[in-house]
Nanobody, 120 residues
Framework: VQLQASGGGLVHPGGSLTLSCAVSGSGQFIPNINSLGWYRQIPGNQRELVASMAPGGRAYYEDSVKGRFTISKSNSEVFLRMNGLKPEDTAVYYC??????????????WGQGTQVTVSS
């Protein structure tokens, strides 16, 4: 299973970015995705959950991003639309997937991280 993230960059305060993450399997293997999410990490800090989407489409948002960020999913791709960006949103953003294996066990997979910098 591979997660390929993209969409980071430099943006002014108040600006917007959309992150994308495509989940794929090797050859004919189609991952059985349980949940998808976005985390972020600032150097020296722990990785924190920003937004996630559970089976059935229920979304969770960390308090500081509620009303500004929107998580969405299309097939095997997850998006994070970020509006009203603030300097404190600056971080490396990672996409995450819980993939259900053939025995029902959930496995964690991570994308490679994409830098978001909010600065004037």
């Amino acid at each position: 299973v591979q997660l390929q993230a993209s969409g980071g960059g430099l943006v002014h305060p108040g600006g917007s970015l959309t992150l994308s993450c495509a989940v794929s399997g090797s050859g004919q293997f189609i991952p059985n995705i349980n949940s998808l999410g976005w985390y972020r990490q600032i150097p020296g800090n722990q990785r924190e959950l920003v937004a996630s989407m559970a089976p059935g489409g229920r979304a969770y948002y960390e308090d500081s991003v509620k009303g500004r960020f929107t998580i969405s999913k299309s097939n095997s791709e997850v998006f994070l639309r970020m509006n009203g960006l603030k300097p404190e949103d600056t971080a490396v953003y990672y996409c995450h997937a819980d993939i259900r294996g053939p025995t029902g066990v959930l496995y964690d997979y991570w994308g490679q991280g994409t830098q978001v910098t909010v600065s004037s």
